[in-house]
């Protein structure tokens, strides 16, 4: 009984283990996506700014035929 208890004990230990080995990795995946999100928007402001750049310089150009 006392080997089937010890045994019982050294699994719920592993299960406490993989639990908070699995919290941490979760926790640092959480920050890591939010980072890239932030990161997304980010190059989404540049691109919505570039594009507005080019938008206006495509205004500038001479019509064809009129040049």
Known sequence: MTK???A???KVA???NLCHSLRA???E???RLASAEDERLRLVERME???ARLEALAEQ???EGKA
């Open 4 to 6: 089937q208890l010890d």
């Open 8 to 10: 019982l004990e050294g």
């Open 14 to 16: 592993q299960v406490v």
């Open 25 to 27: 990795e979760n926790q």
């Open 29 to 31: 995946l959480r920050a």
């Open 49 to 51: 700014a570039a594009r």
């Open 61 to 63: 150009l001479p019509e």
